[in-house]
């Protein structure tokens, strides 16, 4: 956990959509009110896809518990974060700074700051790398390189 320290205060608020068997994100994360960087927010593993949105040191230290679950969940306290997991037999959860899963049963579904514009765009029929690319057009927290 240490290693994730020098992401303490950025924030991938964010834009990540999942539909028809691909989940998509932007790449965009703020630190404080107005310095943007490249991140990445898309994590695989054995079991599946994890997206995260929020504090990026939260959703950082979720997405290394949630790949050897047999770690202790952390003793911090964790700021708010929401991951969107695609497990590759195709059901779909959310996890926040709980730990605690929900799942979803979906066509589509989206987290983050833009899931409302990406809801909107997917139920039009936009694919997700669309949804997240219309996100990008409307959500202030929405930017950056598109990541597949």
């Known amino acids: 956990?240490?290693?994730?320290?020098?992401?303490?205060?950025?924030?991938?608020?964010?834009?990540?959509?999942y539909r028809d068997g691909i989940?998509?994100?932007d790449s965009q994360a703020t630190y404080g009110d107005s310095y943007k960087v490249p991140?990445?927010?898309?994590?695989?593993d054995k079991k599946g896809i994890v997206g995260i949105?929020?504090?990026l040191y939260s959703g950082l230290i979720f997405v290394d518990w949630f790949k050897d679950k047999r770690k202790k969940m952390p003793d911090i306290d964790l700021e708010d974060f929401e991951?969107?997991?695609i497990y590759h037999n195709g059901k779909i959860e959310t996890w926040n700074k709980n730990f605690r899963p929900m799942?979803?049963?979906?066509?589509?579904?989206?987290?983050?700051?833009?899931a409302g514009i990406a809801l909107g765009a997917?139920?039009?029929g936009a694919s997700a790398e669309e949804a997240v690319i219309i996100a990008c057009q409307y959500d202030l927290y929405t930017g950056g390189e598109i990541q597949v």
């Not at 991140?39 to 695989?44: A, N």
Request: without cysteine; glycine residues 10%.
């Open 1 to 17: 956990m240490v290693g994730f320290r020098r992401f303490q205060g950025v924030k991938a608020i964010t834009t990540i959509a």
């Open 23 to 25: 989940i998509v994100s």
């Open 39 to 44: 991140v990445i927010k898309l994590y695989e």
């Open 53 to 55: 949105s929020g504090d």
């Open 83 to 85: 991951s969107l997991v």
């Open 103 to 114: 799942e979803v049963e979906a066509d589509f579904y989206a987290v983050g700051t833009g």
């Open 122 to 124: 997917m139920s039009a």
